[in-house]
């Protein structure tokens, strides 16, 4: 089992940055690939980022390409989401997701989901 808790998110100007932190209850982070995912209000959640587990391949949404950075510490079970160059449609509830083997961009292939943590970019 495991068990995902997000933190980092907030309020935030159009241009700012924030970094999303996503840790890990697990005996074996490394095994797992990771991902942040996002739904804003009244749509359905999509991808944002994805990182494998072994050599830490990292895949984007054309949304975040070139503005967003995931990243991984194994050492601290966390999973973390760099985001610049903030948008108000950025706004959403974040979430990262866990799931062993391949990383995905398909949220069905995600085993275990962490809460959410509220993103909201003022213009």
């Known amino acids: 089992q495991v068990q995902l808790v997000e933190s980092g998110g907030g309020l935030v100007q159009a241009g700012g940055s924030l970094t999303l932190s996503c840790a890990a209850s697990?005996?074996?982070?490394?095994?797992?690939?990771m991902g942040w995912f996002r739904q804003a209000p009244g749509k359905e959640r999509e991808f944002v980022a994805t990182i494998s587990r072994g050599l830490g391949n990292r895949n984007y949404a054309d949304s975040a390409k070139g503005r967003f950075t995931i990243s991984r510490d194994n050492a601290k079970n966390t999973v973390y989401l760099q985001m610049n160059s903030l948008k108000p449609e950025d706004t959403a509830v974040y979430y990262c997701?866990?799931?062993?083997?391949?990383?995905?961009?398909?949220?069905?292939?995600?085993?275990?989901w962490g809460q959410g943590t509220q993103v909201t970019v003022s213009s």
């Open positions: 697990v005996r074996t982070f490394s095994n797992y690939a």
């Open positions: 997701a866990a799931k062993t083997y391949l990383s995905s961009t398909f949220i069905s292939e995600y085993d275990y």
